[in-house]
């Protein structure tokens, strides 16, 4: 097995961790075209059901 040549210091420890935890962020939306919710690209709308100009959910409505 490869072994590292070098310990990882504590600063490129951090400087990873910074990188990879500034990328997640909040899951891209778009607007429903049904009903203009804010939903998750590439999912059907939580609200309306709606995905593709189609109902392919039933929602209980409030
Ligand atoms: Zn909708």
Same mark, same amino acid.
């Given at each position: 097995?490869?072994?590292?040549k070098? *310990? ?8 990873? *961790?910074?990188?990879?935890? =500034?990328?997640? =962020? ?9 009903? =203009? ?11 309306c =059901?709606?995905? *593709? ?6 929602? *209980?409505?409030?």
């Amino acid at each position: 097995m490869a072994t590292p040549k070098r *310990k990882t210091s504590h600063a490129r420890t951090a400087q990873r *961790k910074a990188h990879w935890l =500034g990328s997640l =962020g909040a899951p891209s939306t778009t607007k429903c075209t049904h009903c =203009g919710e804010a939903v998750m690209s590439h999912r059907a709308c939580p609200s309306c =059901g709606f995905y *593709k100009g189609r109902k392919v959910i039933d929602v *209980k409505e409030i």
